[in-house]
């Protein structure tokens, strides 16, 4: 049995090595200066899809604290597509829009997206995720409006409903975005499972 749980092991680690996760420090728009963005793939192809779509300069900054973007801000001050997102450790999100942004998305829009965003420990990256999807949804698809989700204040309650599902829509999107790895994972445990039932059966 010890074999058969080492295997597993070692071939669940291979194929984190294989496949590997797509980390928000390989893309220059993301800057994880604070280390707080886990798995990054569905912030990655979501701002990949905004950019493409809305022709918008779009970064994500992880800082210690807001107050220190000031400096990020000024870099941008020209580029009247930008639309950054700040989250920082102390679990706060703000943003920095150009011209051309704000003629899509209002401020006051933005105001309504940040404060229905769920930010507490250990979710900022489903943080993230919350106001790019909205975006794409809202300003991308028309599939929605700004009075369709605002959301009441103990949304980031994990006992609230509205947060059970976010948590399931994130794990549907992270399945969808890692088919290879998903796939590779079932295959290997079906061998295993095999194998082991094969070498119980030749002991008996």
Not at 5 to 22: D, E, G, Q, Y
Not at 44 to 64: C, G, P
Request: aromatic share 14%; charged share 20%.
């Amino acid at each position: 049995m010890k074999k058969f749980v080492m295997c597993c092991l070692a071939i669940v680690l291979s194929v984190l090595i294989i496949v590997p996760t797509a980390f928000a420090a390989s893309y220059e728009y993301i800057i994880d200066n604070s280390n707080l963005f886990d798995d990054s793939s569905d912030m990655i192809s979501m701002a990949k899809e905004i950019r493409n779509k809305l022709d918008f300069n779009i970064h994500i900054y992880s800082v210690s604290s807001l107050e220190n973007i000031q400096s990020i801000v000024d870099e941008y001050l020209q580029d009247s597509s930008a639309f950054i997102i700040f989250i920082s450790e102390d679990y706060q999100m703000t943003w920095y829009s150009g011209s051309i942004v704000q003629k899509t998305i209002r401020d006051v829009d933005l105001e309504i997206l940040f404060s229905s965003a769920p930010t507490n420990k250990n979710q900022y990256t489903k943080s993230v995720n919350f106001i790019l999807s909205k975006v794409l949804s809202i300003y991308v698809y028309g599939e929605e409006t700004i009075d369709d989700f605002t959301i009441p204040s103990d949304y980031a309650d994990e006992n609230n409903t509205d947060w059970f599902w976010l948590n399931f829509n994130y794990a549907v999107n992270f399945i969808k975005t890692h088919p290879v790895r998903i796939l590779l994972i079932i295959v290997l445990l079906v061998v295993l499972v095999f194998y082991y039932r094969k070498r119980s059966s030749e002991k008996e």
